[in-house]
């Protein structure tokens, strides 16, 4: 089993930045791929990057160069670096896990609000 926790939601200005932290304990030489989604009010969860555990990087069109996805290492947490906040980035963000068996695990998300 594999467990995610992500911490470092928040409420911040527009124009600001903000980093969330996803750690993932159990079994976690079985993860392939980490990344995270968002889910506005009202809106289906989307897609917002990853990272494989080779370190290759994909992001939604919506936060290329603004959003950075990074770890340490394969045994780190993955951060998700926020940078030039609109109020439309305000969603629950959720860190998700991929594994080798197909299986997919999921972090209890974190509100990242974005208002003056």
């Known amino acids: 089993q594999v467990q995610l926790v992500e911490s470092g939601g928040g409420l911040v200005q527009p124009g600001g930045s903000l980093r969330l932290s996803c750690a993932a304990s159990?079994?976690?030489?079985?993860?392939?791929?980490m990344g995270w989604y968002s889910q506005a009010p009202g809106k289906e969860r989307e897609l917002v990057g990853s990272?494989?555990?080779?370190?290759?990087?994909t992001y939604a069109d919506s936060v290329k160069g603004r959003f950075t996805i990074s770890r340490d290492s394969a045994t780190s947490p993955v951060y998700l670096q926020m940078r030039s906040l609109k109020p439309e980035d305000t969603a629950v963000y959720y860190c998700?896990?991929?594994?080798?068996?197909?299986?997919?695990?999921w972090g209890q998300g974190t509100q990242v609000t974005v208002s003056s």
């Open positions: 998700y896990a991929i594994l080798s068996t197909g299986v997919s695990r």
């Open positions: 159990g079994s976690i030489f079985m993860i392939n791929v």
């Open positions: 990272i494989t555990s080779a370190g290759t990087t």
